[in-house]
């Protein structure tokens, strides 16, 4: 399996390759957890558990803090190269648009962050790799 910069989504299947392949190259990985649902609540709280952040992020649910503050995080950890996991994403009734805002900037991090001009010469490959989860009413197809 090979590790690419940017957002792929992956079937939950996936992920244990995504993970193996990144131990094996000694990646460090990050896994974004906001137990099947994706407001805007859930995705700050996964985000403030699991990712390095500079500045530290307050109480708030501001977007343009959490990019910031997940950009300066990442960059301080002075790797070349980062994995994020987000194996239960999905939208929720009621906050569709906060999914693809989530997307968004995550995707916009990875970008800079892999711009020597940002980074004063030191880039990070980021990547993201988002497996939404089954919905409630979603069933697996029939073994045989």
């Known amino acids: 399996m090979v590790i690419e910069r940017g957002v792929h989504e992956v079937s939950g299947a996936d992920i244990p390759g995504i993970l193996a392949e990144a131990a094996r190259q000694g990646v460090p990985v990050f896994t974004l957890s906001t137990a099947g649902r994706t407001d805007k609540e ?72 892999a711009e020597a001009r940002y980074t004063s010469g030191r880039p990070t490959r980021v990547s993201v790799y988002v497996a939404p989860a089954p919905s409630a009413g979603d069933t697996a197809p029939p073994k045989g």
């Open 42 to 113: 859930a995705f700050f709280g996964a985000v403030r558990r699991t990712l390095p952040l500079d500045p530290p992020l307050g109480s708030g649910t501001v977007w343009d803090a959490l990019s910031d503050s997940i950009w300066g995080g990442l960059h301080e950890l002075r790797s070349p190269r980062v994995v994020i996991v987000w194996p239960d994403a999905r939208p929720v009734a009621g906050a569709e648009g906060v999914f693809p805002i989530a997307l968004s900037i995550l995707r916009d991090v990875a970008e800079s962050l």
